[in-house]
């Protein structure tokens, strides 16, 4: 079982940073794809971002292309969202996702394309 714990989610004013980390345990960090998700309440769960395995190939969704940057650190088994120009509108809880096999960009953008799902971290940004 791969075990993914959110962190760094927390209040934050409209236009400022925020950065989420996904921590991995249970399997080979390097052989999975990993995802960022979010959630409002009475919404669906909606795709944000994905990066390969190598970190050389990312692809985000159009409503956070240009402010919000997926990363990894292979290192420390991590995954990390980094968040600017923050709207009222991102408030959500953001969830983290991975998987072992990688099924091409819009795959990898649906719910269903990966196997393993962290708890979730809030994120809340004041008008």
């Known amino acids: 079982q791969v075990q993914l714990v959110e962190s760094g989610g927390g209040l934050v004013q409209a236009g400022g940073s925020l950065r989420l980390s996904c921590a991995a345990s249970?399997?080979?960090?390097?052989?999975?794809?990993m995802g960022w998700f979010r959630q409002a309440p009475g919404k669906e769960r909606n795709f944000l971002a994905t990066?390969?395995?190598?970190?050389?190939?990312?692809y985000y969704a159009d409503s956070v292309k240009g402010r919000f940057t997926i990363s990894r650190d292979d290192a420390k088994n991590t995954v990390y969202l980094q968040m600017n120009s923050l709207k009222p509108e991102d408030t959500a809880v953001y969830y983290c996702?991975?998987?072992?096999?990688?099924?091409?960009?819009?795959?990898?953008?649906?719910?269903?394309?990966?196997?393993?799902w962290g708890q979730g971290t809030q994120v809340t940004v004041s008008s």
């Open positions: 996702a991975a998987a072992a096999r990688y099924g091409g960009t819009a795959w990898a953008a649906t719910i269903e394309g990966y196997d393993y």
């Open positions: 249970g399997h080979t960090f390097s052989d999975l794809y």
């Open positions: 990066i390969s395995w190598s970190g050389g190939t990312t």
